[in-house]
């Protein structure tokens, strides 16, 4: 992630970012790989029920902690 201020990933959202949804799809990914969409406030749960319905959700963290736990080369 830049340091740009980041936008959700619900389609047409242009509201910044506050949550990291940590996912992967187990027929394409190894087991410790995670890809990220990002959420606001309003949008949160609604892409998390969608990865969590096929099994991909992993984790849901702040942005702030992501960053913390996950500092940009």
Do not use: Y
Not at 13 to 25: E, I, Q, Y
Not at 27 to 39: D, Q, V
């Amino acid at each position: 992630m830049s340091d740009e201020s980041p936008i959700c990933s619900a389609k047409g959202c242009r509201v910044a970012a506050v949550w990291v949804l940590a996912w992967n799809n187990p027929k394409l990914h190894t087991p410790e790989r995670r890809k990220t969409w990002l959420a606001c406030d309003e949008h949160r749960e609604s892409l998390s029920q969608f990865l969590a319905v096929r099994g991909f959700l992993k984790d849901v963290v702040s942005l702030d902690t992501w960053r913390a736990d996950h500092p940009a080369p």
